[in-house]
């Protein structure tokens, strides 16, 4: 059995790992820390986990849970990963971190958008950027991931196959994003309210969102080129879910089966993303609750343009499903271990 | 491996089924029908299900279908069940029936109630009402089981302790109902199209409803007296859940701790019923995907009154995971085969 | 023109009587003061007013305002009203308080439901409970009126006939209540954070909801005998509506063309009271962003029960538009206006 | 006072004119009809408008309505209109027609895009675009409007004061438009059954909406060129409200202030349209259950594009509001007559 500490137990994602892990048949949560309720038994703070999960929530450092796990999931703001770990920390542990800390590998892009000093460049180098179906096998060496960021898995996993064939003008990417609400996380804010945002839609941080240079990194990486995206994530009235709706330019004209083919290239082995039939979108809620990624497009023959739609559950395949998805990746375990839920579609 | 057949696959109950049956490690789904999508492949109605479920929806009658399987679900309208079962379908399989044919012992008050002839008043004494918790040893030995009905399965597991042990009032019981939408099925109709029912709650058959005399039957059964319930049921717009408000006056002054150890008395053991601590009340998102029954309660000393708070999952306790909990008691398994999930609680 | 001051402004009360009284044909709001928007301007809190209403929040008192006003309303939670007013403050201005100060005539109840001191005992004899269908001569002739608390303004409108007229057994009398969010205010609260609260039913403050002496009270008053309720308060997940479900048993065998006339005796007449034809039952939707409360019910034969069901909108009729009734009766105007704005239903 | 029929009165456009008109202090409505409640009184179809609007519903054709009215309102499907006007009608009544027959000035593209024939093609060129702002003159003069579709209303005020002013690339344009589920109407559909669309967000009719000519027959007309758009219109979980998030790409480098400027220079005295402030982006909740149009947008710098974020009203400024100011227009009232009620923002 792996031992797994969560650093951050008590946040939207550290109960989605929990309700994961719990499950996962092949590890043993020993540690789960929180800041906020620490002292508290887990089912004190989620009722959900009556009878399920009675273990206590410590506040324990990561130095000090490293010594007893085999792994660590961080599930932290930005800035604190980067000030934890260190050298010492990984030679006793894998870590996964759910935070962005190390999802740049350049320095100064992480300072520039997070207008914060980065504690941590050096280990920069050693992180995996764990977007599992494109960083397998760097994955199965590393022991620290850096877990991508919900917005960026949905967007890269659309992008990657066309921009890596070439297909698309690498000046013309818009993405629009729609989040569910539980993208904002748990700590109380105005706009996150319930009367303030039910019933309502908005866009926020448009142009300016942080997942933007995390998403351009990884698909220059992909395409080999300078690529600059529009991004505008919206704020939805729902629970869970994240849309993607994506604009390209086609460098020539390709037919429905020439994009179908390619997709199918490189995802059609792929357990975790389906690709829809003809004239069928994906809607969030055939991913709820699952580590799916669906994925349909449409040739805009009109404007030469293809209109891409993906969807993930952002709080499973886009964090916590995901990690545990990496983590089956470095342990050697079947990808799929704990993680073949069925969408719980309403 | 049970082989399973499903009649009425694709209505919410159908694919709640599906859905755990699926994941199930003793159920193969050799069969399922639908008379609506008949020819389609599952995830072509249910998109969640592409890659999962590629098994073809058929319009087999009950007969040719009881041939081939262990056991067969039947997930229709009332009516239904009864026109379709016979001593010959029931000597080749076990039937579980989701609809509300066989769980009134009286033909005379189902045919009252459901205005509408009952088609097999012999088969009512085979049948055994599915409540698990209360009549396990009997569910054993049939093979045709009523699984209760959902308002029926939170209000009886609420009262029952309490009305055996003979602290309540038995002409005082009230019974407050809040269902989600889910509840009222998937046909299509003008109360559960969504602009008509979403940000706004009303009551509905105040008084009139059909699971009232289920209730009592059960309550009678249980306590040994007539038992006249007041229930209404109310529809809020979420898909899924039920909360149940019961009211029912002392016959003496008891205190917390006393009805506590009633609740434990029968419950104690019981692995998908959980006993709230003193102060919590059930919350229809802790049982959420789950096939739990969360029962928590006060005694209103003011009134010499105690209300008590249950929440099930409506398709899950409430339908299609009692259903299997009693298939897995039928077959002599571990009751909680497959039903172990834990709640998806947003 | 009646010169109007809001206190506590940019609370959902607060917004809700600025939206009302901007559009009142005899009224020019004044003053508006917000203790945490000071210094910004209305529209700046509420884009929504953008055009509309750029007054200046500001951090008077309410002795300042009082010297610049007609009427106050005061917005604030309970405790702060009774520190503030004073009969110098009454001398110059009518009051209107939509706060629970001044609701209970007896100051033991209040200290002891709100685990508080009552800063202003004296006054409480001036004030008029502001149920305005109950109490009108007495609201016309005072400066200070205490407005209703949302549930009991539901509570009490769909009981009072038939306790006044002695038709139901006092100690029967059980009150289910369905509150939509908004009612739980705009602090920032985990229960109320959108992820915590969507998709889910859950009581709270069972059998101990400070709404419950101010019920009773009124109701003694109104039949002339001991009443003590139980009372459940649920949050459903919408943003607006309160839905009361009563139950009471009946002292004699009545028909409901009889129950209807007592209705009719005392509502036929009220603008804002709708009584529903048989067998409609109010719906919260039909209310919504109106000063209506709608009011059906059904005899429970089989038990002797009465069954009423009310609605209102809990900012409208349940706070602010009650509050702008009051001061239409205060300032001896049309009761109805500014009031006649029809639901806006989805 | 002007007599006004509404065609089609039933249906959520239809609810929504009449819930304006009856306060409209010109407008006396005297003919409502409607197919399926024929013989109806309005408030036993909207239990809200119980002592507010007891009309009959008749189902009486167009010709008989406009000997009696000074105004028809013709809320329909499209294909309907278009048979039922004539010269006859026209010269009795004035008629604005809010569905899609006479949007479209082409009457092949018209035929192309809804796959029926137009059967009144020689009345498409009496037929003015009601889109307020832009064409006043025209529909002061007109008899026959043509209201504008929802999406393309929201998309053509955001738009055409950039591509007037020729500062986009004409084949740059995407518009994202995300709409409440009441846009698609009263009539029962699988997709708007509420557990189906509840939770959950999706994209339909990508790059084949009908709004598609719609909308770029009026930036063409505005701006003097072709323009071929990408539309994907998405379903959000909520009752009403569009929200439109366009891309254009600047034919220069321009500043925030100037294309501020550009807008003020069209909407600056507009009343109905409201310029956010700078990194302001409109909220459709701003905007519920009122005539406004609000506008925010931001440069892209890094990509050289401009994000215009547009959200109405879908009843109101996109259907029915739209159309009440319409008739002001042409009854040479005072445009805002009617439509000046604040938003309910909850």
Redesign the interface.
């Known amino acids: 059995m792996i031992k797994a500490g969560i650093i951050g137990s008590t946040g ?1 994602v550290g ?1 989605e790992l929990i ?1 994961i892990l ?2 996962h048949p092949q590890v043993e949560i020993i540690k789960m820390t929180s800041k906020s309720f620490s002292g508290k038994v887990y089912s004190d703070v ?7 999960c009675e273990i206590e929530c410590t506040d324990e450092e990561v130095e000090q849970v490293a010594i007893e796990v085999d792994v660590i999931f961080m599930a932290l703001p930005h800035g604190i990963a980067s000030k934890n770990l260190n050298d010492a920390v990984l030679a006793q542990t894998k870590v996964i971190d759910l935070g962005a800390d190390f999802r740049l590998t350049n320095k100064e892009v992480y300072e520039d958008w997070y207008s914060t000093e980065h504690h941590n460049a050096e280990l920069l180098k050693n992180a995996v950027y764990g977007l599992c179906e494109w960083n397998r096998e760097e994955i199965r060496k590393t022991s620290l991931v850096a877990n991508p960021g919900c917005y960026p898995t949905c967007s890269i996993l659309s992008l990657a196959p066309l921009l890596k064939e070439g297909i698309l003008e690498k ?1 013309s990417i ?1 993405i ?1 994003a ?1 989040s ?3 993208g904002a996380g ?1 700590s ?3 706009g ?13 941080k ?2 300016t969102h942080r997942h933007i240079p995390e998403i351009e990194q990884q698909l220059e990486e992909i395409s080999g080129g300078t690529i ?3 991004f ?1 994530p ?1 704020l ?6 994240i ?1 993607i ?1 994506t ?1 390209g330019r086609l460098t020539e004209i390709v037919s429905y089966e020439e994009i179908s083919t390619i997709y199918n290239k490189y995802y059609g082995e792929e ?1 975790f993303i ?1 690709l ?1 039939n003809k004239d ?11 580590n799916y990624c ?1 994925i349909g497009f ?3 023959e ?2 030469n ?1 293809v ?1 891409i ?1 993906g969807a993930i559950d952002n709080l499973v395949k886009g964090a916590a499903g995901q990690a545990v998805q990496n983590m089956n990746i470095m342990f050697g375990l079947d990808e799929r271990m704990g993680l ?7």
């Open positions: 939207y109960e309700r719990l499950r989620y009722q959900s986990y009556l009878g399920l000046d818009i629009d729609k569910g609400i539980s748990r109380l804010n105005l996150t309210h319930f009367a303030e945002c039910n019933e309502s839609i908005k866009a926020y448009v142009a600059n995206i529009s505008t919206h939805v009235p729902m629970n869970r879910g849309l709706t604009y357990f389906r829809m069928i979108y994906p809607e969030t809620r055939w991913v709820k609750g699952s669906d449409v040739i805009d009109r404007t343009r209109i739609v073949t839920g069925i969408p719980l579609v309403r």
